[in-house]
C-alpha cells in the first residue's frame, strides 16, 4: 500500500510541476507555484488582531479554520484599495500553516516551463526584490514569479501561527 500511495503523490506533484497560479495587484501580473494554493476564496469577513503589522489585515474563519490573511499589496508597500468582488484570498501553505493572501483578481493556472523563467533583476533599494523567485515568460509577457516562502519573515510567520493558535 505504501508504494502505491508513493507513486500517487509523484504523479501529484508531476502534474504540478511548472504550473502558475497567477493573480493581479495594481498593474502586475504575478504567480505562485500551484503546489502553495490550496484553495482560493472570495474576500469576507476579516477580523483584526491587535499588534500585527498593518499588511496583516487579520483572520478569517474558512469552514471552522481560522488562518490569517495578508494583503500583499500592504506587504509590497502599494496604495490600499477598496476590496470589491474580484478580490480573492488564495489559501497557501507555508511551512505547514495555512495563509490568505489577498489579492486584487486571480487570472488563471499557467504552464511555465522552466527554461522560460529567468533570474529576477537585480534591484537596489527594492523590498519587493526578496519576494521575486524569477520572471517567468509567457508569449509577449513577463509574469513576476513569487516566493512563498518570502512572503513572510520567520519572525512574522511564528507571530501569525501563535496569533491563530
Given amino acids: 500500500m505504501v508504494e502505491e500511495e508513493e507513486i500517487l503523490d509523484e504523479d501529484d506533484e508531476d502534474s504540478q510541476k511548472d504550473k502558475y497560479l497567477t493573480f493581479r495587484i495594481a ?3 504575478y504567480g505562485l ?10 474576500i469576507q469577513g476579516i477580523t483584526e488582531v491587535p499588534d500585527m503589522p498593518d499588511f496583516v489585515r487579520g483572520v478569517i474563519n474558512l469552514r471552522g479554520q481560522v488562518i490569517p490573511v495578508i494583503d500583499v499589496r ?19 501553505n507555508v511551512n505547514n500553516n495555512s495563509i490568505g493572501l489577498i489579492v486584487d483578481t486571480v487570472n488563471e493556472v499557467l504552464d511555465i ?29 513577463v509574469k513576476i514569479l513569487l516566493d512563498v516562502n518570502k512572503l513572510l519573515f520567520e519572525g512574522e510567520l511564528q507571530q501569525l501561527a501563535e496569533a491563530t493558535a
Fill in 27 to 29: 498593474n502586475e501580473d
Fill in 33 to 42: 507555484e500551484i503546489a502553495y494554493v490550496t484553495e482560493i476564496v472570495g
Fill in 74 to 92: 500592504l506587504r509590497f508597500r502599494l496604495k490600499p484599495r477598496a476590496y470589491d468582488d474580484r478580490t480573492c484570498v488564495v489559501v497557501v
Fill in 113 to 141: 516551463p522552466a527554461d522560460q523563467v529567468s533570474a529576477p533583476p537585480k534591484v537596489h533599494g527594492g523590498a519587493n526584490g526578496r519576494y521575486i523567485q524569477g520572471m517567468g515568460k509567457v508569449g509577449d509577457t
